[in-house]
């Protein structure tokens, strides 16, 4: 297929961004999206012009490495896939594809289509964790049942892969979507328990000083996340932050 | 210099208890003198980072990626082995180790794989203490499944995103020490060189990746924790940036390089599709556990479903060739990865094969979703359930266990796999080969430490499914932060490492002239033109089965191919700053000349053995004969300046508590 490639391109963080456009043919239904890049890449380089610069790694959808805005949909079209699930066939020849980079003032440029999104590293630094040191000699694995439901809810919340589309895609780059799953998954656990208001009052307060917007509800980062990670969290984690206010004795 | 193992006297299940004892500790204070670097932060790196940080050491800890979370450790998904025997079918921490000697071919250490066993239920306690979201069933206990080549059920497992789970915990122990201060991180940089000084490992020159600087970073010890190196091959499940650069500096350095050929071909991936794809994905191991592998019987059924003219949905039972089941009654679907794999090719090649390529076969969940579904129809209490209900109830069931490889598998194929079987093929998974190193992980450099994929101790020729986890933080949690001890317990009067000494000074320089001279070769061809050409010859010549006339001539055609690469290379862009093409150079120079060992020592090795298999040693049903008189050792090899000329030492394997047979799963 023969399709019009519009990418937004910046040499740098300072450096001015503008869309490039590149016709492309010969595109199979059966590349992947970042396929189609590789092989727009190996033409520019034999044009001698800088290859697209772009985060990727596992190609399988867990990484959580991958981005892109495309078409003005993170991840681009398709519901619960990365960039590097999205395959070819979900275009036609002819199409004008509009590629950038994840938007938001926590996520700043570095390069082309790449952010840096080390902000959500710090999130889960200020409490993303339970205090257990690494000896093995803990109590045994199966001293404590978890009812089966919440385990499931747990884990459903622990499968974010970080990739940053809830604040791409949200009107106020809002990262509760984000944080609220680490928070839900040990908030649903036993073991989470004992440091539970510490963790969700200073893990909220790091997503404040990162830049990130507040929640308004509108729900579009459920919408837009591959891994389908629940709205339920946001109101779990309000919960949480507010019980927490009121009875942190800090 | 010869190899010492430094495997503790005793008897085997006392081993790793006394010799941990026995480590001179380190106290308190004097940790604080001391740093240590960790490269990489998959499961092995991160849960080595946080636990040294943990008991006092100065952590440094480095990866490429933007975040140590995305390590491709995250993308391992069927589960985690620990000898916890709750589902109380006779599991024990000798039937693992023995499971583990055996699924190796025997070409493993006893004793460390029996302190892996030791340790592998610590692993789970660990875990679950951390939060790890594992599999329960209604009662609210752990669950397990089966995996290949064993006999009971001891997978613990988070649906199909064990690695990730398992990655996110060890992240979380990394963020809790790096929150501390306890260990400083270095995302988007790269392990280009490492530092020797004195005989001793003691630092790093690594590349940041965003500004293109090179920084020198000291330690007194370091751990490369760095993975495998299956992108050898270009098409393998590996991550796109997974590479050999770290390991393959410290071998040019004077840490030996053992078993390099032993790959791991896994039987269950998306087969590939076009000559443009990049990477090939992984359907579970266990998905084994329910779905039946099987071509058609008929050589003419498989050819009209190649000309599209026929449905699999349409092919008799009769018709239909379950070659595992028929081959091997005992274990069925659920053989050793290695076993499967080459059951695959044999049919493909005789040309029972179901795709365009005629490289695929089928593996069907049919019969699973019946059964399940009649199972469930019981427990519901419906009354002479249809085939519709039943097969309804029944995708419920598999949709809970698998949902997520199935739903991967639909995007990627545009096939639903409840409705028609998933076609799969063998594709490059693991590697077992790696460093040497001996029972404290330590190479053959003093104070240069391997861990998980990286080393070979654990697998022999060929690891079990779901085992690399359990090797990863084994390696990562409890093992290298003691066993590090004994190296370290020597250098608490060393003081701080000058990073203005001589050997920075040059090891810094040597990685400069390696970037300028990709950046100024002018050469035509791109950097992912070589890689491709790589992976053909070492797919062709030294994949599943290899011969002595094609391992020759891809000795031949590798060198030649790395002259071109070094004469023809184009590499855009300048080396000040974020350069990706450059990055990949690099990593594919050092990639080019990984394959040339491999195809040596896999020259060297005349027997067939796990992974390992060379057709002129085979019985006449085709299966693999091992040599245990003239093979049964590691072969370690020295660089000495070009890889086919690599120095040849042995470690003699000696088998005192398992003895040693033919490997059979019929």
Known sequence: ?250 | MALDSKIPAGPLGEKWTKHKGEIPLVSPANKRLIDVIVVGTGLAGSSAAASLAEMGYNVKAFCFQDSPRRAHSIAAQGGINAAKNYQNDGDSVYRLFYDTIKGGDYRSREANVHRLAEVSRNIIDQCVAQGVPFARDYGGLLDNRSFGGVQVSRTFYAKGQTGQQLLLGAYSALNRQIAKGRVKMYARHEMQELVIVDGKARGIIAKNLVTGEFERHSAHAVLLCTGGYGNVFFLSTNAMGSNVTAAWKAHRKGAYMANPCFTQIHPTCIPVSGENQSKLTLMSESLRNDGRIWVPAKKEDAEAIRAGKLHPNDIAEENRDYYLERRYPAFGNLVPRDVASRAAKERCDAGYGVNKTGEAVYLDFAAAIMRYGAEEAHVKGVNNPSDAEIKALGEKVVEAKYGNLFQMYEKITASNPYKEPMKIYPAVHYTMGGLWVDYNLMTTIPGCFALGEANFSDHGANRLGASALMQGLADGYFVAPYTVGEFLSKDIRTGKISTDSPEFEAAEQAVRERTEKFINNNGTKSVDHFHKRLGKIMWNEVGMARNEKGLKQAIADIQALREEFYADVRVLGSANGMNPELDKAGRVADLIELGELMAKDALERNESCGGHFREEYQSEEGEALRDDKNFAFVSAWEFTGVPAEAKLHKEELTFENVELKTRSYK
């Open chain 1, 1 to 250: 297929m023969d399709l019009t490639l519009k990418i937004w391109r910046q040499a740098g963080p300072e450096a001015k961004g503008e869309m490039k456009t590149y016709p492309i043919s010969g595109v199979e239904e059966d590349m992947s999206f970042l396929e189609m890049l590789d092989y727009l890449n190996e033409q520019l380089i034999d044009q001698g012009i800088e290859p697209v610069v772009f985060d990727h790694d596992c190609r399988e959808g867990i990484c959580g490495m991958c981005s892109l805005f495309i078409n003005g949909e993170a991840h681009g079209p398709g519901r619960k896939i990365t960039t590097c699930q999205l395959h070819m066939r979900e275009f036609k020849s002819g199409d004008t594809i509009y590629i950038e980079p994840f938007r938001a003032k926590a996520f700043p440029i570095i390069k082309d289509l790449m952010v840096d999104r080390s902000a959500f590293d710090r999130i889960q630094r200020a409490g993303g964790f339970i205090s257990v040191n690494t000896s093995g000699n803990t109590i045994d694995a199966n001293a404590i049942p978890v009812p089966k439901e919440n385990a499931d809810k747990a884990f459903d919340a622990a499968t974010c892969i970080g990739c940053g589309a809830c604040v791409a895609t949200c009107k106020n780059s809002s990262a509760m979507l984000f944080a609220s799953a680490k928070i839900s998954q040990f908030s649903l656990l036993p073991q989470g328990q004992p440091e539970a208001k510490e963790r969700v009052l200073n893990m909220v307060h790091q997503m404040d000083l990162e830049g990130f917007g507040n929640c308004t509800n509108t729900g579009a980062c459920e919408v837009e996340c591959p891994k389908g990670i629940s709205l339920e969290n946001i109101a779990r984690m309000n919960r949480d932050y507010l019980f927490a206010s009121l009875s942190s004795n800090k």
